[in-house]
């Protein structure tokens, strides 16, 4: 019989390839399919130069999209801000995600980032983890029910 030991380093692409295999296995049994992930998104421009995005991950199954989509980046340059072109660029992903037929969208902020930006774009936090920044500050979760554009 083998004994059996719990080693502290990273798994090989092999073992890690096969817990991703058991997540897909343990989905399946309870009834779930299978979801992959779509990156969409938007670019700022001032004329050649990038002044920020905003994207984020659609989740898809052989039956069309999931009702979520999380946003992960959303960034403007700091000379660039305080001019509408984060609630412009948020808002271009928000349509396109709708279009979609994604119904909810999420992310996470920082307390000193952007909670009231979110909040003016009609976002509710449904989540605070206190104290995640070594600063003390708060890490915040922001949702919001998406209307599909025709």
Same mark, same amino acid.
């Given at each position: 019989?083998?004994?059996?030991?719990?080693?502290?380093?990273?798994?090989?692409?092999?073992?890690?390839?096969?817990?991703?295999?058991?997540?897909?296995?343990?989905?399946?049994?309870?009834?779930?399919?299978?979801?992959?992930?779509?990156?969409?998104?938007?670019?700022?421009?001032?004329?050649?130069?990038?002044?920020?995005?905003?994207?984020?991950?659609?989740?898809?199954?052989?039956?069309?999209?999931?009702?979520? /989509?999380?946003?992960?980046?959303?960034?403007?340059?700091?000379?660039?801000?305080?001019? +509408? !072109?984060?609630? =412009?660029?948020? &808002?271009?992903?928000?349509?396109?995600?709708?279009?979609?037929?994604?119904?909810?969208?999420?992310?996470?902020?920082?307390?000193?980032?952007?909670?009231?930006?979110?909040?003016?774009?009609?976002?509710?936090? /449904?989540?605070?983890?206190?104290?995640?920044?070594?600063?003390?500050?708060?890490?915040? +979760? !922001?949702?919001? =029910?998406?209307? &599909?554009?025709?």
């Amino acid at each position: 019989m083998t004994s059996i030991s719990i080693v502290e380093r990273e798994m090989t692409e092999a073992e890690f390839a096969r817990m991703n295999a058991g997540f897909d296995e343990h989905t399946i049994e309870h009834g779930n399919p299978i979801e992959t992930s779509e990156r969409f998104g938007f670019v700022v421009m001032d004329g050649e130069r990038f002044v920020g995005c905003s994207s984020g991950l659609a989740y898809r199954n052989d039956n069309g999209y999931s009702n979520w /989509f999380f946003i992960t980046d959303l960034f403007i340059e700091r000379t660039y801000r305080k001019q +509408g !072109l984060g609630a =412009a660029a948020l &808002r271009k992903l928000e349509e396109r995600v709708a279009a979609l037929g994604i119904k909810n969208i999420w992310t996470w902020t920082a307390a000193y980032e952007a909670p009231g930006f979110y909040k003016k774009q009609g976002y509710k936090v /449904f989540c605070e983890l206190e104290d995640w920044y070594s600063s003390g500050h708060s890490r915040v +979760g !922001l949702r919001k =029910a998406l209307v &599909r554009q025709p």
